[in-house]
């Protein structure tokens, strides 16, 4: 079978990532179908190789030593649709891009992701961290998600419930190992309205377009504020090599929310007359703002260290300024932690996925802090 799979050895990683920063692949295999991607998945498991799977590496942080074993990176393209009344199912191939699929359904008049415009990366990454911005999230939409189990090396189905999904987490997340997603259904609206559940980007578009807009003018206005906070890809945006935000916003009990807010006052970082942002959501915690701690904190957009640092338009997004290594932007993202850590007794977790580190580089510190994963779906302070 070997013989047949087009694997290449010693594969430089980080022109493959957003980051742009990352050593090799041992082995890689670019699969442009799901025959393919499964004949790898059985390439490796009869070698007892690791193996991992890469998107549009949007979302990953790859250390400087690289990845042992076998990198299968989703390229299959297809796209079928099923209408049913209103819903039009449409089924998609998991290498093709989000952010097109986004364009294609706008264009279509279909409701549902208008507001995950932007977002880059592919379809078959989509459900690992259950994208979402700007009031909608992708578990609102999904009908079901084929992938390969590799624990029974089988195909399987898995609606949306079996998905696990939460706030930037589901199943896939959670067990890395065990999934490959082939085909992702998505169930979107036909005449839908555009979903305006975000303050910002119902306040935005209430000013630019008025009353009644339509889905390609919020997609539109989705696109200008992300574009504003260095939030987009390549032609798109200033060309940051980020995976966008850096930490997840943390989810904490009411009385947490109140402890961090009074160290912000004994701190002097938060006056008498202002509030510290906070979102409540469905079982009774609160979800912080992560580049509102970061700020606070005292770590300003724009910090540099050496080739790496803080945004200039976005707190929240640490970026490589070319010619650094994977090293310093984990150092860069511990010294943050630490300092919020220090100021808000808050622990910001890592949003993007870490790939061939020994163990997990920005785990907290065994003594623990309060910071957690919530699955509310408030709306958060979007990218
Ligand atoms: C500028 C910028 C803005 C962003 N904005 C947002 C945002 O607003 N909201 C948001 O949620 N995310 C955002 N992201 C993060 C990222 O774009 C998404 O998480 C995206 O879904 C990642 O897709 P990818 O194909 O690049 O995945 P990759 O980075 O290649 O992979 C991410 C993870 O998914 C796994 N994976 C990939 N494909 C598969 C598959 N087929 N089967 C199983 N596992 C798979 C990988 O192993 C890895 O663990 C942003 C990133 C950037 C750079």
């Known amino acids: 079978m070997a013989d047949t799979l087009p694997i290449k050895r010693r594969v430089p990683l980080s022109r493959l990532t957003s980051l742009r920063l990352g050593g090799d692949a041992e082995y890689l295999v670019s699969a442009s179908s799901a025959k393919l991607a499964v004949e790898a998945l059985d390439f490796a498991a009869k070698r007892q190789m690791p193996v991992t799977i890469l998107g549009g590496g949007s979302n990953v ?12 990176v989703m390229r299959q393209r ?12 449409v089924n998609v191939a998991a290498g093709e891009s989000w952010d097109e699929l986004v364009r294609w359904s706008v264009q279509r008049g279909l409701g549902g992701i208008e507001c995950l415009a932007g977002i880059p990366g592919t379809v078959g990454a989509a459900p690992v961290q259950n994208i979402g911005a700007y009031g909608q999230e992708l578990s609102s939409v999904v009908d079901s998600v084929i992938a390969y189990d590799r624990s029974t090396h089988t195909s399987v189905k898995l609606d949306a ?28 609206q036909r005449d839908a309205a555009p979903t305006l559940a975000y303050a910002e980007l119902a306040r935005e578009v209430a000013e630019r377009v008025g009353a009644a807009p339509t889905l390609a ?13 260095g939030m987009l890809l390549g032609d798109q945006g200033q060309g940051f090599k980020s995976v966008g ?9 009411r009385a947490n929310a109140l402890a961090v807010e009074q160290a912000a006052r004994a701190a002097g970082v938060l006056a008498p007359q202002e509030t510290m942002p906070r979102w409540p959501v469905a079982d009774g915690r609160c979800k912080l703002s992560a580049g509102w701690l970061i700020e606070r904190a005292g ?3 724009g ?21 650094g290594d994977t090293r310093s932007l984990i150092q860069l993202a511990r010294h943050v932690q630490y300092r919020v850590a220090r100021r808000f007794d808050i622990w910001l977790e890592a949003e993007p996925c ?4 020994p163990s997990p580089p920005l785990a907290p510190p065994a003594e623990g802090y309060a910071s957690g994963v919530g699955s509310g779906s408030a709306s958060l302070p979007s990218p």
């Open 161 to 188: 419930a079996a998905c696990g999904f939460a706030y930037r987490s589901s199943c896939f997340k959670a067990q890395p190992d065990r999934y490959l997603i082939l085909r992702v259904n998505l169930m979107l």
């Open 245 to 253: 935000s850096f930490f997840t916003n943390p989810v904490v009990t």
């Open 78 to 89: 297809g796209r079928s649709e099923r209408q049913t009344g209103a819903q039009l199912f």
């Open 354 to 357: 870490m790939l061939g580190f």
């Open 303 to 323: 910090l540099t260290q050496g080739r790496v640092g803080i945004s200039p338009k976005h707190a929240l997004s640490l970026i490589h300024h070319g010619g």
């Open 299 to 301: 770590l300003a957009r």
């Open 217 to 229: 003018q919020v997609r539109r206005v989705v696109l200008e504020l992300r574009g504003n906070k």
């Open 61 to 72: 942080v790859i250390a400087d030593e690289g990845i042992a074993g076998l990198v299968i």
